[in-house]
């Protein structure tokens, strides 16, 4: 009788350690892809007026891996009559698509009015997307994240504001009146783009062509460039470095006008270069350094007889195989004698250039 219950009790906790041993089993498997229980996603949706003064989205715990069971939505709207930039950083990275497709992670950007609906694109991998500018006011960003956690850092996208095709400046200028004293910039222009134009061709730096449109406050109108808040679109580089980072726009101006006119590699068909017409060549081309560009950009018509023209010049000695055909004292010999001979010519280079125009050179 005491077998039949030390037997009982020994069945019971047997069953009780194998029940403990599934459950744990349980516990710890992964969660297979497809489960259509998602009991555990977190829903959020968020409402983003787009201003001048533009904005960041980025992923959660971005740039460090994001989590998974996610469906975010943000919803972005700027003023009537406006459209929306939007320009994802560099470092984008979701979990890679699966047959060319985003299936399982990725971010989605639509856009739905009354009429229609564009759906921009799905995006995922490690590819950032292109920029995009809405045609309407109003877009839709989504990020879904799946229950599989591959440790990825997400995406950031800086929206920003855009007048559309139909803008004139008294519409933009309305609108930066609107936005107090503060923030209006204290640089006056021309009344026309085109006098503007024509201004702004006279000077090489930024300090000068302020100094001469704003005397009193150009100091500030310099100091303020990176940190104005009426612009309607911030690059990247805004967002990205700091002040000291930011590109030199005095550096590139004189580039444009040190690299716009320079000497570069031409061929030219030796015949043609050497009026040749009684001999044959090999090689039948040479690389010269010729003057080529367009002179830069500078005032209104500026191209009319603007030329990059070489002010030193050097000539340079090339060897190359020659055959002129022989003429044969006698008659009866109507094959001519194949001989190539080893020739010496003199081709022009172009070791510097400058821009020839009639009218004020271009800047």
């Not at 939007?86 to 990725?106: A, H, I, M, T």
């Not at 960003?141 to 997400?154: E, L």
């Not at 085109?194 to 061709?201: F, V, Y």
């Not at 009866?332 to 010496?344: A, P, S, T």
């Amino acid at each position: 009788m005491r077998g039949a219950v030390v037997f009982q009790m020994w069945i019971v906790l047997l069953l009780a350690t194998l029940s403990r041993v599934g459950k744990a089993q349980v516990a710890n498997a992964k969660v297979l892809r497809g489960n259509s229980r998602r009991d555990d996603l977190y829903h959020k949706d968020e409402n983003i007026t787009v201003t001048p003064a533009g904005g960041v989205i980025i992923s959660p715990n971005y740039p460090k891996a994001y989590p998974r069971n996610l469906c975010l939505s943000w919803k972005l709207q700027s003023p009537p009559g406006s459209l929306i930039h939007l320009e994802f950083d560099e470092q984008f990275n979701l979990e890679e698509p699966v047959n060319g497709k985003c299936s399982y992670d990725f971010v989605e950007v639509e856009e739905t009015s009354q009429t229609s609906t564009i759906k921009w694109g799905r995006w995922c991998g490690q590819k950032a997307p292109s920029t995009l500018t809405s045609k309407s006011n109003t877009l839709r960003i989504t990020f879904k994240s799946d229950d599989y956690f591959v440790a990825k850092p997400g995406f950031k996208i800086y929206y920003s504001l855009l007048g559309d095709a139909n803008t004139n400046w008294v519409a933009v200028t309305e609108l930066m009146s609107d936005m107090g004293e503060n923030e209006m910039p204290a640089t006056e222009v021309p009344q026309t783009l085109e006098d503007l134009d024509r201004t702004i061709a006279a000077f090489d730096t930024i300090e000068q062509l302020l100094k001469s449109l704003s005397p009193d406050t150009w100091r500030q109108d310099l100091d303020s460039i990176y940190t104005q808040t009426y612009i309607h679109y911030r690059s990247k580089s805004y967002h990205l470095a700091s002040r000291q980072n930011k590109v030199d726009l005095n550096r590139l101006h004189d580039e444009v006008k040190r690299y716009s006119c320079t000497p570069r590699n031409y061929s030219v068909n030796l015949r043609e270069e050497l009026k040749t017409t009684n001999a044959v060549f090999f090689p039948r081309c040479l690389l010269v350094k010729r003057c080529g560009g367009n002179c830069g950009c500078g005032t209104n018509n500026w191209n009319t007889g603007c030329t990059c023209q070489p002010s030193k010049t050097t000539t340079k000695l090339h060897e190359v195989l020659k055959y002129a055909p022989e003429t044969s004292p006698f008659k009866h010999e109507k094959r001519q004698r194949m001989r190539w001979v080893i020739d010496e010519i003199f081709l022009m280079h172009h070791e510097i250039c400058e821009c020839a125009c009639p009218l004020q050179p271009p800047r």
